[in-house]
């Protein structure tokens, strides 16, 4: 559910297409991450992997974010 919000910032003109790249391609990780908890809840690795996924995932969208300020002059 909350994983196309991430792209909502590119379509009302507050980022660019960089941003719109990462938000996809890390939500689209976050699916993959909730699908295996979803299919494997007695294995200790996938929520692991999802919560090391999402950490990675708001770096990179605060860094492109940052990124796009710095280069676009936003």
């Known amino acids: 559910l909350l994983a196309p919000l991430g792209v909502v910032p590119s379509l009302m003109g ?3 297409w ?9 939500g689209l990780a976050l699916v993959y991450a909730a699908i295996m908890i979803v299919t494997r809840p007695t294995e200790p690795g996938p ?4 919560f090391g996924w999402s950490i990675l995932y708001l770096f990179a969208l605060f860094a492109v974010l940052l990124g796009e300020g710095l280069v676009m002059g936003a």
């Open 47 to 50: 929520p692991r992997r999802m």
């Open 14 to 16: 507050f980022a660019h």
């Open 18 to 26: 960089p941003y719109a790249i990462v938000a996809v391609g890390g």
